[in-house]
């Protein structure tokens, strides 16, 4: 009955290397979001999917590009690792936000990246 | 510009003792305030929701409170216990266009036996 779910937990790479981290939600939302939170615990965001359609693109590298196949998927892929993409990485998802009001969001386990 | 500033940075209690965690924001104009408790290697879950019009709100020995005047926020936890070490998340809201919340840097506590 798992909510949002991330795989992998764990992934340890060298510079240099692509990755993606898969994402999907099992809760009929129609957004999700990809976090990135350092290693002062701050959450920041990255992107934010309504519908398949992208809706939040904050200012990240252009090394990383979310996909989503279908609204309970977003996938996270990153070209060209590097060392400061270190982090742990936060899937989430909730009912579509309005200008005027964010809903709550429903965070996955977050998956753990380790750049060598 | 739009912040959230939690304080303290860190605490420490013993178990069955009461705490309070404070939240300032300068996020305007406002459209809600969330708390979200994160336990370590797991993600944030949300504890509460306040609104401009609601000023407490609570959730079991979570208590919350909202001064929109002020614009500060106060969680308090009642009799705590060991399960409430971890980090507490304030998240304000933006109503005028934006879908971007905006995060505080959390307060982690400690619950001691």
């Known amino acids: 009955d798992t909510a949002v779910s991330q795989t992998p937990k764990y992934l340890v790479t060298q510079m240099g290397n692509d990755k993606s981290i898969k994402c999907e939600q099992n809760l009929g939302h129609d957004t999700m979001y990809w976090y990135k939170q350092d290693s002062k615990k701050f959450l920041k965001i990255m992107f934010s999917?309504?519908?398949?359609?992208?809706?939040i693109n904050e200012t990240v590298p252009n090394r990383f590009s979310p996909k989503s196949p279908d609204k309970a998927h977003l996938n996270l892929h990153i070209n060209s690792l590097e060392l400061g993409d270190s982090a742990v990485y936060f899937c989430?998802?909730?009912?579509?936000?309005?200008?005027?009001?964010?809903?709550?969001?429903?965070f996955g386990p977050g998956t753990r990246l380790l750049v060598l | 510009k739009n912040q959230v500033e939690q304080s303290p940075q860190s605490l420490i209690i013993l178990e069955g003792k009461n705490c309070t965690l404070q939240?300032?924001?300068?996020?305007?104009?406002?459209?809600?305030l969330r708390w979200y408790k994160q336990d370590t290697g797991r993600g944030p879950v949300s504890l509460t929701i306040m609104t401009f019009s609601e000023n407490t709100k609570s959730n079991g020995r979570y208590t919350a409170t909202l001064d929109a005047d002020t614009k500060q926020s106060s969680l308090h936890i009642t009799a705590s216990q060991l399960s409430d070490s971890a980090s507490y998340i304030c998240?304000?809201?933006?109503?005028?266009?934006?879908?971007?919340?905006?995060f505080g840097r959390g307060t982690s506590l400690i619950v001691h036996p």
């Open positions: 939240c300032n924001y300068t996020v305007s104009p406002f459209s809600n």
């Open positions: 999917y309504n519908n398949k359609e992208l809706i």
């Open positions: 989430a998802s909730s009912h579509p936000p309005t200008p005027t009001y964010q809903e709550t969001q429903y």
């Open positions: 998240v304000v809201s933006h109503s005028g266009g934006s879908y971007i919340p905006t």
